[in-house]
């Protein structure tokens, strides 16, 4: 049984979520709080396994509850009824969120990734992951990696390229680790795409800090850092040479 608490400051979305949870069998909602202050002083008693957290709560954020927690011991679900710049955050962290208002099928998926997740158990690193985020550019951000033992915790700018593998991704580094995630290279994409990073070709992403070299052709190639050598789409061009010029 998963326990849960809900901190929200509107009743409304508290009960929406309440009734949501009814339809899942191993999911209970042990409390709600409407204030940060409170929900603190709850989280040491009741020990949930799971936290519904309003971004916006009175006159502090989702972020201050976390930043005054001793330590983190729960799988945390955002809720906001704004697609800000902090929904980017929450995907680089690979923590969830749910755009009010709450849809069913949206719920329902959320519940059942915090349900994989509780079996990892890195809570922490992954709420400092977010908190270091939320202040800091692009480029200095970190990216959660789910990988096959667990996740894996990397800064953007160390990220050289990533290469399509059907639905896998190859990312490589500047330490020459080769890390294969299951997921297609289309959400690094989305994920990457305000932090310099530029799809040259379908199978490859490639960070445009690390561009050595452009050579003409058709597309042309890019030499990168590491040397490897990569051809550039001809359609992609134009975009392309627009980006690093």
Known sequence: MIKAII???EQHCINAIKLLAKSV???EIINAYTSVDEAVEAIEWHQPDLVFLDVQIHDKTGFDFLKMMKSITFEVIFTTAHEEFAVQAFKFSAIDYL???IEEEDFMLAIAKSQEKLAI???SKKVNTLLNNISKQDGSKKITIPTADGLEFLEVSNIIRCEADINYTTIFTTDRKKILVSKTLKSFESLLSNCNFFR???SHLI????VKKYTKGKGGYVTLSDNTVIEVSSRKKEAFLKAIC
């Open 7 to 9: 901190i929200d400051d």
């Open 25 to 27: 069998n191993n999911l």
């Open 99 to 101: 755009l009010k208002p």
């Open 121 to 123: 158990k890195d809570f």
């Open 200 to 202: 040259i070709h379908n």
């Open 207 to 210: 960070n445009l800090d690390f």
